[in-house]
């Protein structure tokens, strides 16, 4: 199983970093596609499941990916596309085209190209081999909820508490905590600070035990508090307000996609050798090989009669011996019926005459019907 947890120093060297764009911008960019996923989710009233695993997706695919070479809102679309068919909830291509289209502006919306269907289903190929098939991904909430029902106090208290935490997972995943902590250690860290903003102080839980220090030792070994407050200040990052002053700069201009230039295409081209990339010259070209004996003496293709590129059939047919010429006469006016058929003799019932066949057959007739069996 592939490993899907970085640290800092694998964030800040991803292949968007490495083709210009810098921290901030490429968490921007993080979060708006992971915002368009949930509300695109929320539009077509999918599960929470089936959205934060299309989030997942789209965090593990910019590891791999620039955010210049492939448009963060085709991305998000696919990703959506792909967790609604494995998480059992699956939606229709046209209609999340159909929902990303209400959602975004204009100018968003021309990262589609002319056939938004055709770019969001050849994405989809890339998109699977990029996570290396691996479709399966666990959330914090089946977490959340089984912490939390181990959890003792007041019932009020206890309710508001894990709703804020339920909350804080939410917000969560227009960060990079999904790809860098397990679930199980996000759920234990939102659960810390939920309590601490609610004011509600965890005493004592179901199955305490005296080596157990505090409530999520029970359930996470050897987490530290600096571990807990590092995923605590990312999600509370969200509610920073911005500066009046300090507005997002403009999105890179992106690759156009179009039917010349699909996104498989544009998988090819490496952040290093990009045109864009500053101080790094485009590497000349490979002189072509020579053809070798296999493309010299090609392997002749089967021809079926399925392939539409051939003929039916496929070789030429050997002439048979020419039919004798009929004369059926002048035609019949119109309205005249063809002469009846001359009536034939009755045919008699011909038994197959083999040496032991009167053994078993008595010569005559066919039997009649049984008659164990009444008539109808």
């Known amino acids: 199983m592939p490993n899907w947890y970085y640290d800092k120093k694998d964030l800040r060297s991803t292949p968007s970093a490495r083709d210009g764009v810098d921290y901030e911008t490429e968490r921007r960019y993080r979060k708006e596609g992971a915002r368009f996923i949930m509300e695109a989710g929320a539009s077509m009233s999918l599960g929470h499941n089936t959205v934060a695993t299309g989030v997942v997706y789209f965090h593990r695919f910019y590891m791999f990916h620039s955010f210049r070479t492939f448009?963060?809102?085709?991305?998000?679309?696919?990703?959506?596309?792909?967790?609604?068919?494995?998480?059992?909830?699956?939606?229709?291509?046209?209609?999340?085209?159909?929902?990303?289209?209400?959602?975004?502006?204009?100018?968003?919306?021309?990262?589609?190209?002319?056939?938004?269907?055709?770019?969001?289903?050849?994405?989809?190929?890339?998109?699977?081999?990029?996570?290396?098939?691996?479709?399966?991904?666990?959330?914090?909430?089946?977490?959340?909820?089984?912490?939390?029902?181990?959890l003792k106090g007041d019932p009020a208290k206890l309710q508001k508490m894990v709703q804020m935490a339920w909350n804080f997972v939410n917000d969560s995943l227009s960060t990079t905590v999904s790809i860098q902590w397990e679930p199980e250690i996000i759920a234990v860290a939102l659960i810390y600070l939920a309590s601490k903003l609610s004011k509600f102080t965890v005493v004592d839980w179901v199955g305490k035990q005296p080596e157990h220090l505090k409530w999520w030792d029970m359930f996470v070994q050897d987490v530290t508090m600096e571990i807990l407050e590092e995923i605590c200040h990312q999600v509370l990052d969200l509610y920073q307000p911005t500066q009046a002053g300090s507005a997002p700069p403009d999105s890179p201009p992106q690759l156009p996609p179009s039917k010349a230039s699909p996104p498989m295409k544009r998988a090819n081209i490496s952040p290093i050798t990009n045109k864009n990339s500053p101080n790094i010259a485009a590497k000349t070209p490979l002189p072509p090989l020579p053809p070798t004996e296999i493309e010299a003496n090609p392997i002749p293709k089967h021809i079926t009669t399925e392939n539409p590129h051939y003929p039916y059939p496929p070789y030429p047919m050997h002439p048979g011996p020419p039919l004798p010429p009929q004369s059926h006469g002048p035609p019949l006016p119109y309205g005249t019926m063809p002469p009846a058929m001359p009536p034939q003799p009755p045919?008699?019932?011909?038994?197959?005459?083999?040496?032991?066949?009167?053994?078993?057959?008595?010569?005559?007739?066919?039997p009649g019907r049984n008659p164990y069996y009444p008539s109808q």
């Open 71 to 150: 448009p963060r809102y085709v991305t998000a679309s696919c990703c959506l596309f792909l967790a609604g068919k494995v998480e059992e909830t699956p939606k229709k291509c046209k209609d999340i085209i159909k929902t990303a289209r209400a959602l975004l502006e204009d100018d968003k919306f021309q990262s589609f190209g002319d056939d938004p269907k055709e770019e969001v289903m050849t994405l989809e190929r890339i998109l699977l081999q990029t996570i290396k098939f691996d479709l399966q991904v666990e959330h914090p909430y089946s977490f959340l909820v089984k912490y939390a029902k181990c």
């Open 347 to 366: 045919q008699t019932w011909q038994h197959y005459q083999h040496p032991h066949a009167n053994k078993y057959y008595p010569p005559g007739p066919p």
